[in-house]
């Protein structure tokens, strides 16, 4: 069974960075898409970053193309990917969460949440302005 794992939220003020960590297990196919999505209060969960792990292949929501980037680690027994996020705002507050599917879908599926099997409880982060 797949089972992902997020680290590395927490606090910082407008203009910082911060570094987040997927770690998937139980992998069995070739190429996983591992997907980065955000939940503020109040508001619908929505697809920020998103990575196929065998090609590279990255894709971003506008509203962070440019501040962050997805990359993966594959070459140990767990997958790693990570999220680095900088020139944050206080917009990109919420709850962070990996999740991991091993289709391949179109490109205007990459960031539905719909899309993704395997979840992780997801980590905080909080930009203070």
């Known amino acids: 069974q797949v089972q992902v794992v997020e680290s590395g939220g927490g606090s910082v003020q407008a203009g910082g960075s911060l570094r987040l960590s997927c770690a998937a297990s139980?992998?069995?196919?070739?190429?996983?898409?591992i997907g980065w999505f955000r939940q503020a209060p109040g508001k619908e969960r929505e697809g920020v970053a998103a990575?196929?792990?065998?090609?590279?292949?990255?894709?971003?929501a506008d509203s962070v193309k440019d501040r962050f980037a997805i990359s993966r680690d594959n070459t140990k027994n767990t997958l790693y990917v990570y999220l680095q996020m900088d020139s944050l705002k206080p917009e990109d507050t919420g709850i962070y969460f990996c999740?991991?599917?091993?289709?391949?879908?179109?490109?205007?599926?990459?960031?539905?949440?719909?899309?993704?099997?395997?979840w992780g409880q997801g980590t905080q982060v909080t930009v203070s302005s």
């Open positions: 139980g992998i069995t196919y070739t190429t996983y898409r």
């Open positions: 999740a991991a599917d091993p289709r391949i879908v179109p490109i205007k599926s990459v960031l539905l949440s719909s899309e993704y099997k395997f």
């Open positions: 990575i196929y792990t065998a090609s590279g292949t990255t894709y971003y």
